[in-house]
Structure formats: structure tokens, C-alpha cells
């Protein structure tokens, strides 16, 4: 132990670059290399690297604890410090914040809570690794799996060890990303393919939720670590007019009296939020994880039971300390997590594909542990985390080993999934049924088991604590809200033991329904020569999964029945708890128990008994003593119930028709109008116009001389006119105007001009001379008309007349305008000239 | 001893043996010479390397001056040179064109040898036509560089890619990407308003060709298209070019076309968004050139034709470099010559690229059936991030769309590889066509999902560092006032869509039953195909998991351009009547070297001296100096330390709502 820490000092643990770097190269191994190394070579690979991780996983924690027990005695037990081994890989980018520059580290950290979770991820991983290397032996893309499963171990890895927001979302598009491709491992069928997708857009949501967040606190906190977002609260305490947008106009209704205002924890806590409801299939994003089910069932234990859909849980209680500071965004938590509880149990009840049973009920169960983080109880809700790594993953692998037993003779994937093809089956399968006994006991929450105190825990917690507010004028929960929340969480509860005991008496009691058992069948396979549907089907016996597959069931048994004793707070059992205490205790210093709440938890422990009690028992005697015939008169009573209830409250239809209808018209708006409007317009209209010009000039472009010729003359025409009439223009200089109010007019030159000028209204007298220039003087505020007569050669005469103006800057001339249309304008105190043209031809 | 040198002789061993086993020798050794070549480059531009801080002391001379001339120059008049071959010998033809891109690639990487600081590098200036005041004045910066590493990575990629499915015409082929690769390096060099407009139009003519000769049904239409488009803008620029030109004559009586002289002219405008003066409407003619260009909607539609016709190789080199000169321009002339206006109105643009591009080209592309206009499309909405972070103006923004810049040459370049390898093996692109081909092409499917995968920006690849930068730099900018985070929302919400329409294609094409028979027989891709792609692959991981790489190059660049900007525009008082001159000391003084200068002597003395003072490292002072002007030197370094610090503590005037 010594020898490790000198080895890998806290500061620079790369012990933790060993840990992640397994699983990668596994991955890359088995990924471009797995053709030519055999299924041998691929499970050794891929077998060997996430178990070797899990050993050095196991080293990293122990030294962990081992520190930790230290740090605590020093600090005089639970102070602030958290142990963490942090290392540092190299800079990734640095980006400006709002105030300073926020470098962004590829790091990577262990503390406790991150430790127990790497633990749960390697261990659980290897074990579903050695299961998927039975399960998978006869799939042609053996390589394939293991790649993608290597991959997601390592981006899962990834996620929970990232030191910063940025890290984490690494490998939270990663984790994204190996569901993607393991949910549609068998692309050839459409329907997988877009199960694949569905997950991967619907996450997308939430990675959007991610990424404004992460925006806002480069902007509001300037860093993305989490241990310094920790010390750094104060910089988040101010409040923000969320609508409506200042300096935006908006019509008036949508302006409300008051601005609604948040605060900026609030908003991130809100954002974070929206990608853990995509991560982590809470209301109304869940709707991807029930099709996820498309995937090789192993990839349904491990990605969506036992790590990955944890990841949202994980980031609210990663960045705990942010939340606790917004109590309307830990009430948006909560209440989301009791509603998606109840609301996916519901749906449970009425569905015969054991996976999807599976898969519903882990969307309830994500949402209690919400309700655990929402209310503030970290650690409880964490340790729901845990052990429903143990009893979910135990389920949906014993899952696997009952499908696997039926895929033998019924091999299309909805026959060999349904329960009503299943039966009786703890006579052929016994571990398989043991096992998945014990879980359901866990899940269902029957005393003493892990899943009786981690769920417990939860609601207990429901119902006691309280969020204090941090800074006044936050908005707090009201005190029924807790109480609404267990009442919801309690419902749930009742629903959760009678859909899990009803799918165990379905699989396992009463009499075998899939196929005709015949001794001695000679077991056929491939797919090409057996029949389906018609007729009674023949096969062997189901019968039991080899040791690859039920090791892993039994040691996850193991913990589902025994896990719970690492935080039994009734049995005074808490080691969990006092070992995440540094990691949640800033943040719990704004949880507050209510007053008396405390001398509740017997009778709620009571309450919880029960509730396994009634659920278990009602399953018990619809479907083991009456074989199910009350469930078929409440079926055959409320046919439309069962139906909608059948359909999952035909929420993908409804989602179908609103959201994804709404951006698909968009799509055909956009389409439309850049064929027609855009391209309409700035092209066609623009060519058109173009083209119109061109066909007019066109016409005139004959080729035909005589044409031509004609167009001479008339332009000859119209030039002889021009010269044969006179022109009065003159230009004025009016340049001392102001001065000294001179003026000179230069009349403009012609052919045989003569010019007779004159001042005012008086009538022409003398004789046209040569003089082509004339001044005149203006007193100040005066204004004069000149009139010039001009004369050509042919005797035609034309006069005009200019109206002048001598500005003193006390705007006299516009005050008393001059005659005719003389409106002076400052600058320019000349009027253009009136013409007046008189003369005619000689 | 680490082992780090070995890591890219390893993988490149690794690289050559993974190869099927059909691949011929040829192929097996280039490929893993790219490998080679491309890590060892990256190793080598490693952070942590001592090259770049060990020769501080170096004097100048490690900047060849002549680098860009021959940059430009060697490929035109290669090309030129190639038309000269004979038309018989085709491989002779190909060799001499690959040998003048190695090269040029080769000398491009000299750029990034050097310590970008902040200031102008590689600086050239020859007076050319004096009677006019036009310079051939050409010089590089940390935002420009990149950019050029970029051309001369890409073109001779989409060169080899065109030789392999191109069969006819390779001798005009070769001179128009030759000539093609020249041009557009001018224009992202060129500091001469005249020298710009000049390549500016010339790289038309080359990709004009390209379209109108070796592209699809329609080619003459798109080319003619594309051409008038571009075409329109250019015309409106040379007239404000015209205008800034005669301003700053007539108040300086200087005639000169230089970029950074004619910074200093600032035109009359007033406060108002929309108002006919002439900054408005100088600003508004260059930038609709640019805008054009990008292309930003409503002036798009010229671009899903012109990828639709052209053939892969010109594509590629449309998508990943041609477009770029859209937004470059935007970032040097437009901000740089009317910082004013292109503040004000920053918020209402912004606006447009989150809307027009990114969530319309999103949703334009989602809708498409030919996979091509798909990638052109989905080009319109990552060109939105790109001038979403200009518009922001801030550090990291400015930053962020440099790199998306390169992020989307080099992802839709392979994209546009990709499809091309489609086309070539079924001559249709319709998504309807195929289906569940990844069975036959396994290989082939991994690297488009590995693109697909880039170009969505999934974290650890390129895209997301630079879509990131923007999203954070848009939040946080001033400049686009109470609507930066609105803007910075809706950027985000086009991750979502980016997704939608790319897996949507890539599930219609790839997965699914193999149900058409004409696919059940396609070829997997060719070694030669993996060779074009792997480049770009290699980059998308690179850039991905290391982009200080570039960043770090290109910060001071773009932190000391972004400050005059800041600082340009908040000192334009409420209503300028008329147009003036600002003083030299309001810009940084390493921007402003090399700027025309009546009363220093010759241009060419300025230069030389000033280039000394601005590429010179901070601590320049301390380092000996060979002559008398080392007084100078010292004086004019501990100037420029002065203004820069006061330029860095200006207040920047009343920042609008905070968002």
C-alpha cells in the first residue's frame, strides 16, 4: 500500500490512466484486430482488459479508504476534506469565461463516490463481459460486441471519473454513443436500427440541456471543475430576468406583470437537469429506453440497468452542492422522479415481453432514485444506485438466460420474449430461478434485502427533509410537497412489487407454455429450416445456461441480497453513508429534517413492509392461485384501459403527432421556401428581370439597315433642333455673396450668342450684346431677380431668370420667401433658374 | 529517453499491417506514410515541445520572406507549366502535380515553425502599381495560417481523389488545381485591398471550370449559378473598395489600396441599425461578397447546386477551403475595416446564422433524398456556427470559429470523399437507393460513422471543441447584447437537429435489410479511397483530443485582434458627420507594420525595421542587437508595451443588457 501511494502521489494518479486505458485498448484491439483473432482471442481480450481494470479499480479504492480513514482521523472525523487522487493528462482547450479564462484539463479524479461507482462499473461490467462471451458465441459479429462493450466500459469510466463538466460530457456522448451502435447491433433489422437512433436524438436533447449549462458556468462561475465549483457558490448567487428578454419586442400578452426572474442556480441546476432526464429516461424523455430493449439483452443489463442510465444520477450528485442551492430545481427533481416512478410502473403492468418489463420498471426505478437526490438525500439515493446495479442486472441477465433457453426452439425475438410463452420454468431452470427470485425480492423491496433499505431510505428521506433556502426571495418547497412525494413514491412501491412478482409467477409457475415437451427431441437449429407459428411446437425441455452465464447471476444474487448492509440506517449499519459524508456534506448543509420527522421511520418502515406485503401477495394470488383469471375479468371489464395501458398510454403517438409532426413540417416549410422564395426571388426573379431587359434591347438589334438608317435620321433630327434653339444657362459665382454681396453670372457660351441681362421685373430695353458675364451687388436680406435674354445666330431667343438671395445667417430670406418658387436654402442661397423660354423660330 | 518519438513509426507499422491483405504495396506504404507524416507533424507541434520557446533569440531571418510569394506563386505557374505537358502522358502529368502540392504542404508547415505572435509574419511588400498606391503586400498571422495549412492539406487530397474517379481531361484538371490551390492562398494572405480582389475572382475561374467541365447533368447551370452569385458580391465590393480607396485620399492624399492604411479611414455613420450612410453601405457591399460566400441565408442556394454538380474533388476543395474565404473575409476586412458596423448590427446577424443557418440549413438538410445536397446543406448550418462566433466577437469565440473553419474542411471533406466513393460504385446518390450496405461495406460504413460522427461534433472529435468555443463565446459576448444567450440556446438546439438529419441518412443507407439487389455486390473501399480519407480521419481525432495545438498558435493573434476591435469600436462617437483618420497609436503597433508611411521614408525601410520590432519576442529588448538601431528598437518595443497595456485597460463603453 505504501509503495502504490508513492507511486501514485494524490496529486498525480495515474494509476487512474491505467485504469482507462485498458478497457481503450481492448476496444481497439478486439475492434480492428478481432477478425483475424478469433472469438478466443477476443474474449481473452476483452475479458482480460475490463477485468484488469476492475483489479486496478480495486487498488485505486483501497488506497481510497485507506486514505480517507486517515484524512478523517486527522480532520476529527467527517470535516470538509475530501480525499480525491486527481491526474492530470494534458490541456485540452482554454476558453474565456465571462471574467477570466477558463482552462479545460483533460483530469481525471477518484473520490468516494466516484470509487464506488468505478467499482460498480468494471465488476458489473466483467461479470456481463463473462456472461456476453457465452450469449454472444454464436453471433458473426463477436468482435463487433466486444468492441463496442471495451468501448462503452471505457467511456463509461470516462464519465465517472472526469474531473471537470467537460470530461464528464466526454464520455457521456461516449456512453451515448457505444448505446447508439449496441442497440442497433443488428442493423439488418430496421426496427433495431431505429431504436438505435431514437436513443441517440433523444439523448441528444439532453446533451443540449448539458451544453447550456456548461456555457453558463464558464459564464457565471468560470470553471467547469467540479472541486472549485464547489468553493466558488458565491459567484452564482445573483438572479437573472429570465423573461421576458430585455430590449426584445414582444407583443403585449406575452409580457407578463411581473418579470420572472431566477436564479442562476436555478437555470444551471435546470439545464444539468434536462440531460439527466435524457441520460437517466425520466418523463418525458424516457420514451427511448423501453425500445433500447432491441439490443442484445447483456447490453440491457449493463448500459440500461446497471451503469449508464445511472449517469444522471450521478452528475446531480456529483454537482450536489449546486443543486441544494436552488430548492425549486431539487422540487423539479424530485417531482419528476416521483411522477416518472409511478407513471413507468403503470405501464408495466400490462406488458407481456419480459425485457420490457424489465426495462419499464427500471425507468421507475430511476425515478425513486431521484426522488432519493431530489430531496436532498444524496447518499440514499445513490445507494438505490448501487444496489439496483446488482438486482437489475441480475434480472435482465437472468432474463437473457430464459430467453436464451427458449430462443432454442421459438426463434423469432417477440415469441421467445413473451411471457406467455414462458411458464413453469423454475423446474427446468433452477439457478436461473433462484436468482432471479432474490432479485425480485430486492426490487419489490422485501425486508432485509438491498433494495428494502435503499428504497426505504429514499422515501424516508421524501417525507423528512426539507431544502432550506440558501438567500432570500428564493422560491421553497411547501411542506406537503415531501409528503406528496412519498405518498407518490409509496403508490409506486405497491405497483413495483405486483409487476415484478406478476412477470415471476408468469416465468417461472404453472405449467410450460411455449412448446410441446418431447424426451429425447434432437434440438435443430438455424434458421432457414425451421417452421414458425403453425402448429403446436416440439422441442427438449428448456434447460439450464452454462457456467458463463450463471456465475455472474449468482454473484449479482449475492449482492442484491446482501448489499444492503453497507447503509442500513435502521440496523444502524452505515458505512456507506459516513464514507461519502465529505463528498455531500456542503451540500447537505442546506437539507434540514423536518421537526418530528424523525420519530417516524419505524412506522414508515412498517408502511414499507406492508407495501411489499400487499404487492407480492396480490401478484401471489392473481397469477399463482387463480392462474390469472382476475386479471383477464378486469381485462375483459375495462378493455379500453387495458388497451391504452397496453399501448403505454400511446405516448410515442402522441410525440409523434406533436413534436416530431411540428419539426417535420418546419422541415417542409424550409424546404419550400428555399425552392420557391429563396431561389424564386434572388435567382430566377433576378434572371427573369435580366432576361426582360435583354429581349427589349433585342428588338432593337434588327439588322436591318433601312432600320438603322431611320434611327440616324431621327437623331440627326433631333440634334438640329438643339442647335437651332437657343439656350439661357448661366453659372452664378456667388462666392462674396456673403461678404461683400457681389455676384457675377457667366451666361454659357453658344453658337452665335448675344446676351441682353437686366435686374428685376422691369422690361427688356437695349440691345443683345456680347457681354456674357454680368454683376450685381446685394444689400444684406435683399433679394434681386436678374433675367437673361440670349439670342443665337438664327435670331430665336429664350430668356430665364435667377433669384438671388444675400443670407446674414438670421434665415431673413427663408423668413420672407422671394417670389416665384424661390425657397432659399441656407447653403445654398441661389435659386435654380426659372426658364421661361419665349422665343420661336425666326 | 521517452518513448514518444517512436509512437508515430509505430502506428504507422500498425497502420500498414492492418490493411487488407489484397491492398497493393503502393497503398500500404503511402498509407502509412500519411500516418507517419501526420503524427510525426503533430509531435512535433506539440505544446509541450521545446522548439517553438527555444529559439526566441532567433533572430528574423528564420521568416523567409519569399515563403508566401512562393506559396502562391509555385502552383499558378506550375499550372501554367502543366498545360505545356504532353496530353499523352497522364502519369507524368499527375507526378508533377503531386510533386508541387508536397511541396507546397511541405513549406506551408515552415509557417508554423514560427512563434506566432501577434503581428503580421512572412511579411512581403513590393510596390507595384505606384501611380495608384497598389502594393503586392502579402503577409500571415495566427488567424491566416491555419488556414493556409488547410489548402494545402485538402486541395492535394481532393487532386488525388478527382485523379481516381475522374477519367477524362487530366492535364486541364491538373492546371485548375494547381492554379486553384494558388489563388486561394492569395486570398487569405493578401494584405492589399487590389492584391485580394485580384485572387478573390481568380480562384472563380478555376472551380468554375471544375464544375462546368468534369461535374453532373446540369453542370452548366450550377457553374453559371455559382458564378454570377459569387460574381455579384465582388462587383459591390470593388465599388466600396473604391470608395474606402478615394476616402482615404482625400484625407490623407495618399492613394493606397493597403489594408492596414485604409483600417485607420473611418467612414461617417450613426448609431442607427439601418441607415443609409456610407459605413452602412461600404460595410454592406464587402460583407454581402462575404456573405455570399460562407454562403449565409438567403444567399445559399447556389451552393446545395454547385456540390450537387461539381465533381468530388471540387467539393471538396469548395467545402473545406472556398467557403472559408467567406468567413475569413469577414473576419479581416469586414470587422477590420468597419469595426463599427459590424458591432452594431452583430446582434441582428447573429440571429440570422442561428436561425438561417444553423437551424434552417438543419432542417433544409434533414429534408433532402440526395445525399450530396444533404452534406451542402448540413455545410450552410456548421457555416452558421463559424460566423455565429465571428458576429460574438469574443476571444474564445473568434477562436472557436477558426477552428470550426478547419473542423468543417475536414469533416465535410471526408464526407464528401465518402459520397463520392458511393457515386463511383452506383452513379446515384438518392438515399432511397441503398439500405443496409454496411454488411457489404463494413469498413467503408466505420469511417463514414467516424465522419458522421465528426461532423454531429461528438466529443472527441473535432467538431465539439469548436462548436463548444462558440456556444461558451456567444454566451458571454457583449457584442451581441441582451441576445447572446438566446443565440448561444439556439446554436445548441442545432447539436440536436445535426443529429437527426445525419443518423436519419446514415440509418436509411447504411442499416437496415440489404433489400436492393443492384447493392448486394458493392465493393467495400478500395485502398486507394481509405488513402484520400485517412488524412482527414487522422485529423478529426487529432484536432479532437488536442486542439491547443492550434488554439494555443492561434491566441495571441486573436486575443490582440479582438481588443482593436473591442477598442476600435467603442471609441466611434454617438454621430460622426464626416469621415476621418484614426491615429496610429489606437491600434495595436504590431498591426500596423508595413502600413504605407509618408513621413518615414521609403515603405521598404519601414518594413524592414518594424517587421524586426513586431516579430521580435517580448523580452526583445534584452537580446543583443547587432547596429545602431538597437535604441530604437528598445524605445519602440517599450512604446508598444505602454499601448498595449493601455489598450487592454480601456473600458469597454456601456455593454448592453447582460445576457
Known sequence: MEQLRTQFPADDF????????????????????????????????????????????????????????????????????????????????????????????????????????????????????????????????????????????????????????????????GVGLC???????????????????????????????????????????????????????????????????????????????????????????????????????????????????????????????????????????????????????????????ALTALFAASIAFAQTDLKKVLAYSTVSQLGYMFVGVGSGAFAAGFFHVLTHAFFKGCLFLCAGSVIHAMHHVIHDEEGSQDMRNMGGLRKHMPITHATFLISCLAIAGCPMTSGFFSKDEVLFKAFSSQIAATQPGLWVAPAWYGQAIYALGVLGAVCTAFYMFRAYFLTFWGDFRGWTIVKGHVAHHGDDEHAHGEGPREGAAPHESPWQMTLPLAVLAFFALFGGLVYAEPLHLTALERFWHPVFASASTHVVERAGA?????????????????????????????????????????????????DKWRVDEFYEATVLGFIDAMGDTAVAIDKWLIDGVIARLTAAVTQLFGAGLRLLQTGRVQVYAAGMVLGVAGLGWFILTPHAEAEIDSSKLRSSGDVTFTAAPGHGYSYRWAEGEAAQSGDFTAAATFSTKLERCQTKQVRLEVRNVFGGTTETSFTTCREMGNDCCTAKPAAGDATARPQTPLQAPARAPMGGTP | MSLAPVIPALLAAAVAYVMPRKAATKHRIGLAAVTFFLLASVGWLWPDGTQAVAKPDAPTSTEWPYLLDFLIGFPIVAGLFVLFLPRQMPSLLRGVTYAVFAVSFVASLALLAVPMTPGWHFQHIVPWIESAG???????????????????????????????????????????????????????????????????????????????????AEKIKASVKFFLFTMTGSVLMLGAMLYLVW???????????????????????????????????????????????????????????????????????????????????????????????????????????????????????????DIKKLVAYS???????????????????????????????????????????????????????????????????????????????????????????????????????????????????????????????????FFGPLSNPKNKHLDDITPREALAVAPLVIMIFVIGFFPSIMTDRMRPAVESYQQQFVHLFSDTPETPLAARLLPRDMFPPSFLVGAPDAEAGGPSAVTEAATKTAAAPAKAAEAPKPRSDEDTNRARAARNEEIMQKFKNLPLRKAGGEP
Open chain 1, 14 to 173: 495515474s494509476l487512474l490512466a491505467l485504469v482507462l486505458l485498458l478497457p481503450l485498448v481492448g476496444a481497439f484491439v478486439c475492434g480492428v484486430f478481432g477478425k483475424r483473432l478469433g472469438k478466443e482471442g477476443v474474449r481473452t481480450m476483452a475479458l482480460s482488459a475490463v477485468g484488469g481494470s476492475f483489479v486496478l479499480c480495486l487498488a485505486a479504492f483501497a488506497m481510497l479508504t485507506s486514505a480517507g480513514g486517515a484524512h478523517g482521523a486527522g480532520h476529527g472525523g467527517g470535516g470538509h476534506a475530501v480525499t480525491r487522487f486527481t491526474w492530470t493528462a494534458w490541456r485540452w482547450f482554454t476558453i474565456d469565461g465571462g471574467t477570466s479564462t477558463v482552462p479545460i484539463d483533460v483530469a481525471f479524479s477518484v473520490d468516494p463516490l466516484s470509487g464506488v461507482m468505478m467499482l460498480v462499473v468494471t465488476g458489473v461490467g466483467f461479470l456481463i463481459h463473462l456472461y456476453s462471451s457465452e450469449y454472444m458465441s454464436k453471433d458473426p459479429g463477436y468482435y463487433r460486441f466486444f468492441a463496442y462493450l471495451n468501448l462503452f466500459v471505457f467511456s463509461m469510466l470516462v464519465l465517472i471519473l472526469g474531473d471537470n463538466l467537460a470530461v464528464l460530457f466526454v464520455g457521456w456522448e
Open chain 1, 179 to 337: 448505446s447508439y451502435l449496441l442497440i442497433g447491433f443488428w442493423f439488418g433489422e430496421d426496427r433495431k436500427a431505429s431504436a438505435g437512433k431514437k436513443a441517440f436524438i433523444t439523448n441528444r436533447i439532453g446533451d443540449f440541456g448539458l451544453l447550456v449549462a456548461m456555457a453558463m458556468l464558464v459564464y457565471y462561475a468560470g470553471t467547469l471543475r467540479f472541486s472549485t465549483l464547489e468553493t466558488s457558490q458565491s459567484a452564482l448567487s445573483q438572479m437573472r430576468t429570465v423573461w421576458p428578454i430585455p430590449g426584445l419586442e414582444l407583443p403585449s400578452w406575452l409580457i407578463p406583470a411581473q418579470p420572472i426572474r431566477a436564479s442562476v442556480p436555478t437555470l444551471v441546476a435546470l439545464a444539468l437537469f434536462v440531460g439527466c432526464m435524457g441520460k437517466s429516461a425520466q418523463l418525458p424523455l424516457y420514451v427511448w429506453l423501453p425500445d433500447a430493449m432491441a439490443g442484445p439483452t447483456p447490453v440491457s443489463a449493463l448500459i440500461h440497468a446497471a451503469t449508464m442510465v445511472t449517469a444522471g444520477i450521478y452528475l446531480v450528485a456529483r454537482t450536489s452542492f449546486l443543486f441544494v442551492l436552488s430548492p425549486f430545481a431539487m422540487a423539479v427533481v424530485a417531482g419528476t422522479g
Open chain 1, 598 to 646: 424523525h420519530a417516524m421511520m419505524w412506522p414508515l418502515l412498517g408502511v414499507g413492509a406492508t407495501v411489499f406485503a400487499v404487492g407480492a401477495g396480490g401478484a401471489y394470488y392473481v397469477y399463482a392461485q387463480q392462474g390469472g383469471k382476475p386479471a383477464e375479468a378486469f381485462v375483459a371489464a375495462a378493455p379500453s384501459l387495458h388497451r391504452i395501458v397496453r
Open chain 2, 134 to 216: 497598389i502594393r503586392w503586400h502579402v503577409a500571415t498571422d495566427g488567424i491566416s495560417v491555419w488556414l493556409i495549412v488547410l489548402t494545402t492539406f485538402t486541395t492535394p487530397i481532393a487532386a488525388f481523389a478527382s485523379f481516381g474517379s475522374i477519367k477524362s481531361r487530366h492535364k486541364e484538371l491538373c492546371a485548375a488545381f494547381l492554379m486553384l490551390q494558388g489563388a486561394m492562398i492569395g486570398a487569405f494572405v493578401a494584405l492589399d485591398l487590389f492584391v485580394f480582389y485580384v485572387f478573390w475572382e481568380l480562384m472563380l475561374v478555376p472551380m468554375f471550370l471544375m464544375i462546368g467541365i468534369w461535374g453532373g
Open chain 2, 247 to 369: 476616402t482615404h485620399h482625400e484625407l490623407t492624399s495618399q492613394w493606397t489600396f493597403d489594408y492596414l492604411a485604409l483600417s485607420r479611414v473611418v467612414l461617417p455613420d450613426t448609431q442607427k441599425p439601418v441607415v443609409m450612410s456610407a459605413q452602412f453601405l461600404c460595410w454592406f457591399a464587402f460583407s454581402l461578397a462575404f456573405f455570399i460566400k460562407v454562403p449565409m441565408w438567403p444567399l445559399h442556394t447556389w451552393l446545395p447546386d454547385a456540390h450537387v454538380q461539381a465533381p468530388t474533388g471540387g467539393s471538396v476543395v469548395l467545402a473545406a477551403v472556398m467557403l472559408k474565404l467567406g468567413t475569413y473575409a469577414y473576419l479581416r476586412f469586414s470587422m477590420g475595416l468597419f469595426p463599427f458596423r459590424s458591432a452594431i448590427l452583430a446582434g441582428n446577424l447573429g440571429a440570422f446564422a442561428v436561425i438561417g443557418g444553423i437551424l434552417y440549413g438543419a432542417l433544409c438538410a434533414w429534408k433532402q433524398d
Open chain 2, 379 to 509: 455545410s450552410v448550418a456548421h457555416l452558421g456556427f463559424v460566423m455565429l462566433g465571428l458576429f460574438g466577437a469574443t476571444p474564445s469565440g473568434i477562436q472557436g470559429a477558426i477552428l470550426q473553419m478547419v473542423n468543417h474542411g475536414l469533416a465535410t471533406g471526408a464526407l464528401f470523399l465518402l459520397v463520392g466513393v458511393l457515386y463511383d460504385r452506383r452513379h446515384t446518390r438518392e438515399v432511397s437507393e441503398f439500405g443496409g450496405i454496411a454488411k457489404v461495406m463494413p469498413v467503408y460504413t466505420v469511417l463514414f460513422l467516424i465522419v458522421t460522427m465528426a461532423s454531429i461534433g461528438v466529443p472527441g472529435t473535432n467538431g465539439f471543441v469548436g462548436e463548444f468555443m462558440v456556444i461558451a463565446g456567444t454566451f458571454v459576448s457583449k457584442r451581441l447584447n441582451q441576445f447572446g444567450a438566446i443565440e448561444a440556446i439556439g446554436a445548441a438546439f442545432g447539436v440536436i437537429l445535426a443529429a437527426v438529419y445525419m443518423l436519419g441518412m446514415v440509418q436509411k443507407v
